[in-house]
């Protein structure tokens, strides 16, 4: 069964950084895009980053300059450096992943369970 399982959440005080990284498990035949998105309070999930299989990275204007997604498709690891943090990058950061699974033949969407970055001011 495929899992996604992020890591590296946490507190920070602004202007701080902060590396998530999201693993996948399970019967994974192949990752297409990987990717980042996060929901703050009262705000829907929104996309941050993605990156394809062919490692192009596309950014949220509001994290540009800022944060850099990467991806190494051999250990199935997606990771995202966030620097020069501030308040308004408190959400809970997901990670998610297009795979294709073991006895599949289309690949399908899969989550992460979230993980809580805070930026104090």
């Known amino acids: 069964q495929v899992q996604l399982v992020e890591s590296g959440g946490g507190l920070v005080q602004s202007g701080g950084s902060l590396n998530l990284s999201c693993e996948g498990s399970?019967?994974?035949?192949?990752?297409?895009?990987m990717g980042w998105y996060r929901q703050a309070p009262g705000k829907q999930r929104e996309l941050v980053a993605v990156?394809?299989?062919?490692?192009?990275?596309n950014y949220a204007d509001s994290v540009k300059g800022r944060f850099t997604i990467s991806r190494d498709s051999g250990k199935r690891l997606v990771t995202l450096l966030m620097n020069s943090l501030t308040p308004e990058d408190t959400a809970v950061y997901y990670c998610?992943?297009?795979?294709?699974?073991?006895?599949?033949?289309?690949?399908?969407?899969?989550w992460g369970q979230g993980t809580q970055v805070t930026v104090s001011s």
């Open positions: 990156i394809t299989s062919g490692g192009n990275p």
């Open positions: 399970g019967g994974i035949v192949a990752i297409d895009t």
């Open positions: 998610a992943c297009r795979i294709r699974a073991a006895g599949s033949f289309f690949f399908r969407d899969y």
